[in-house]
């Protein structure tokens, strides 16, 4: 799943990382003793060296690569907010829901039966969706792409719901939140 994340400069570096360590290992383990059988013999301690530096080069790479930017770390920490919008006759409660890689932010589990507008913003990486199900209600947004939002307008009654993501693999991942509403 990392890789899904990252950045397509940050894929071809740790790439290319992974290709030297591999190359040369296979090198080293297949052809070069067809040609020499004594290796390393006495080249022992510079094949040693070679086999650090190369390994310590990949953890470099996975930890420099691998890593997020800071606009992307930060995105991931934004706040929730509620608004109160008065419609008419009927009021109608916007809540902003994010919705992060794996994690679905709502500004609180438990709400007042009543209309609510979730404005849903996918924060993440990957397309997410936001599906809310329980007490007759059934009800989801279309498949958001990073960065897109979309409203979520439904009636909530009392009882229990279900706020989850419909892609398969994000439920079970941590992309399923409990509502209650009184």
Not at 12 to 28: K, P, Q, T, W
Not at 59 to 80: H, I, M, W, Y
Not at 152 to 177: A, R
Request: with cysteine; glycine share 10%; net charge negative.
């Amino acid at each position: 799943m990392l890789l899904l994340g990252l950045s397509t400069g940050h894929k071809v570096g740790l790439a290319l990382a992974v290709a030297g360590f591999a190359g040369f290992s296979l090198i080293v383990s297949l052809l070069v003793p067809r040609w020499r059988p004594q290796f390393p013999g006495r080249g022992l301690p510079l094949f040693l060296a070679v086999c650090v530096l190369l390994f310590l080069g990949m953890l470099v790479a996975v930890f420099v690569l691998g890593k997020e930017s800071e606009p992307e770390a930060a995105a991931g920490e934004t706040t929730a907010e509620t608004h109160t919008t008065q419609t008419g006759p009927t009021t109608s409660q916007t809540e902003q829901v994010s919705e992060v890689d794996y994690k679905i932010r709502l500004p609180e589990t438990t709400l007042k039966a009543g209309k609510y507008t979730f404005e849903v913003k996918n924060e993440g990486k990957v397309p997410h969706n936001l599906v809310v199900k329980g007490t007759g209600v059934d009800e989801a947004t279309s498949d958001l792409a990073p960065g897109i939002s979309e409203s979520l307008t439904v009636e909530l009654k009392p009882g229990s719901y279900e706020f989850y993501c419909s892609i398969p693999g994000h439920k079970q991942l941590g992309m399923d939140q409990k509502v209650t509403v009184t």
